[in-house]
């Protein structure tokens, strides 16, 4: 862990809601580091993927108060495909099915995009293949999933794995996986979270928005904080979680009341 | 009288007909034409208090004085190059303001029991042949356009393929228009069959000429007999000032399979219609369509398959996109007679609007009268998905960029149903460069 560092992303006091609707976010704070990997964890309700979609820039969300900086900006003023490539990808809940644009297609012009952004060239399809094809052995995904439509067809299982294999690719700076883990049987779970594992690094972030603690056995936080209501309303380290795993939520909602 | 009824200019065309045939003409192909000119000219244009001509009217064509050539033009080879499909091996024939020019065109190595003519030729020579085919699917009564086109036909494609005659490679007919003062109409008719178990692809393309704004007025007649397989592209890529009417009339005997793709790209004002008689058990048809209409184009697709027989498949999927001013209108008929029992018909037409000022009307007409069949339809017109768009733009894809992939996407899944390669490659190509969203996308095959 770097503490000394700056903050990757800081969000102070960030209240949201869904457009013209009830508040759902009332004042979230929380830091993260280069090198920290973060679970945030919370009931059904508690705001965890309200929070995911303000951060990853989803219209429809409205934001009503506080600041969240990201690299030292302004994380409000870029656009979605913005804080993609400024390393800020969003692994979704429901990965979007897109009929007509193929795997390779959508990964290919991903990439380059990013590239573009920093100044590189843009790769060869060769090169780029031999990458994917690397990554694509981590994730235990056959080839042809390269040519297959972005998630057409796929189990709830293959589309996760998907948005890891992306991760893979574009190799995000701060990752933010919102529940992941929701929907996969305990074989998929493993290589989901083996390819999470493999994102860490001492200049990467990696955030996860889950239900349950099941997913932090395989990827372990430096942090854990409860969500709940739409605040955070205690954070620890990875014990929090196997202490949420004995007394539920409530124990914990209850005691911070 | 009717609102678009014949001017005086197509009155005195229609004139010259009558009192004009060549007296070398077969008694029956004379007697066809006079009687279709006589039904043009008590018919007049169509109109739309017509119900099938509701939502276009025709009047631009009506009030406009085409003019018939009876010349060959000049054209620069060159010209056609850019024109076709790169990389198609494929015997050509070429049309000039619907006259065949054979020094453009290639029909060598045909095999036997095969032939490929232009209707001219095969009319100064074998014309008796085409007495059962000419005018016997395509009937003056179907639209005033038909019966045009039987009144002012002068030439044309011929393509007979004898029992099991199979190409391995697809005939293009390529049909320009050219540029001319003043704009010509033209009416090229194109006669298939496919005799019991014979195997074709055509390819028939319709594009047009720097400068041309002229009005194509095409019938097709296509017959597959028993067990017969043909696949008939209609690719319609005019410049966007030229007119098109194109009524396409299919009859299939048992067991032949016929794929039909329709991509119309081009022209000011255009109507298709494919009209598709399942005659016999196990016959099967495979109508796949894709329109884009931008600027003020208009182009209107009706198709009418009739399931006259038991045991008759139809799989149908027509797409269209408007953007700029567009009107588009599809109108998909299904009729299953009474005795076409496990009749299977499937159709569905998607639809996307690109802008606040296109317009496009969608309308599915199942008509059913046998009670063991299988019938499904569905039609939906919107606008692109905000879900796909920001997942696309959460990986890094710019918002433009990400709306021409889905738009691209939208349109791809009709054209890759399409076998032929250089085809369906050439398409995208023009498509893209016709979405402007999408203008700067590599194809990725």
Redesign the interface.
Known sequence: MTQENTAMLKINNLQARVENGTPILKGIDLEVRPGEVHAIMGPNGSGKSTLCQVLGGRDGYEVTGGTVEYQGKDLFELEPEERAREGLLLGFQYPVEIPGVKNIYLLKEAYNAQRKHRGEPEADTFQFLKLVREKLQMMQMDESFLHRAVNVGFSGGEKKRNEILQMLVLEPKLALLDETDSGLDIDALKVVSEGVNKLRSPDRAIVLVTHYQRLLSHIEPDFVHVLSAGRIIKSGDKTLAQELERSGYQGIIEEAA | MSANALSQHYAEQLRQVRDGLPAELPEWLAGRRRGAAQRFADAGFPDPRQEEWKYTNVRPIATKPFATTATDVPVASDALAGLGFEGLDAYRMVFVDGRFRAEFSDLNDLPEGATVQSLSAMLGGDAARLEPLLGTLAHDRFSSFAAANMAFMSDGAVILLGKGVRLERPIHLLLVGAAGSPATWSHPRILVQAAEGAEVTIIEHYADLEGASGFTNTVTELRAEAGAQVRHYLVQDHADSAYHVGSVFVQQRRDSRVTSHNVNLGGRLVRHDLNIDLTEPGSEIELNGLFLVGGRQHVDTHTRVHHSSPHTTSREQYRGIGQGHGRGVFKGRVLVERGAQKTDAQQHSANLLLSPNAEIDTKPELEIYADDVKCAHGATVGQLD???L??????????E??RG??V???A??VLERMELAPVRTSIERRLAARLPEAGAMDV?G
């Open positions: 905000e879900t796909s920001y997942y696309l733009r959460s990986r890094g894809i710019d918002a960029s990400a992939m889905l691209f996407a939208f791809d899944e990725i």
